[in-house]
Every structure is written in structure tokens, then in C-alpha cells.
């Protein structure tokens, strides 16, 4: 009986990691039609609308535009994964 109820909010679990928030796909848009090497983009939710105020070719420059005030202080970064080559045995 305890497997039911566990399995259930497992399922439920799942189904809400599976649906990226709304400032989740503005910056996976933002991504997708911004300049190859574009690695990350920056999102705030102005009126309750997320929108992407900056994208940015690496983490050194997030950092730099972060540290310049430039961004408001509530903000999000999302950055997309990083190409992981698998590693080969010598």
C-alpha cells in the first residue's frame, strides 16, 4: 500500500521537473535564435512576463555584466548544458 501513494507523488514529481516555467523557455527561445556560442541568457519578469534582457557568449561575461549593475537585482541566468564528451579509457 505505501508504494501506491509514493508512486504517485513520484509521477507527480516528474511531471512538474518535465514542464519548464515560463522563464525557462523564454531563455531556451532566446538560445535557440541568438548567435552560435551563445552559452547562457538572462531573464527577468517585468509586469509578470518573463523576458530576456541579455544573452551572453560565456560565464565570464555573465559575471562581468553582474558585477558592472547592470542587471537588476532580481534576475535569472540559465545557461545550457555543457557539451560533455565521454571520457576514454587510456
Excluded: C
Excluded at 555573465?62 to 558585477?67: H, N, V
Amino acid at each position: 500500500m505505501a508504494a501506491g501513494p509514493a508512486g504517485l507523488v513520484m509521477m507527480i514529481v516528474q511531471r512538474i521537473r518535465a514542464e519548464p516555467t515560463p522563464e525557462e523557455r523564454a531563455a531556451f527561445w532566446a538560445l535557440l535564435a541568438a548567435e552560435p556560442g551563445t552559452i547562457g541568457a538572462v531573464v527577468v519578469k517585468r509586469n509578470g512576463v518573463p523576458e530576456v534582457i541579455a544573452t551572453v557568449r560565456s560565464v565570464e561575461e555573465y559575471w562581468m555584466l553582474a558585477a558592472s549593475g547592470k542587471l537588476p537585482h532580481e534576475h535569472y541566468f540559465f545557461r545550457e548544458a555543457p557539451d560533455e564528451k565521454p571520457k576514454q579509457a587510456p
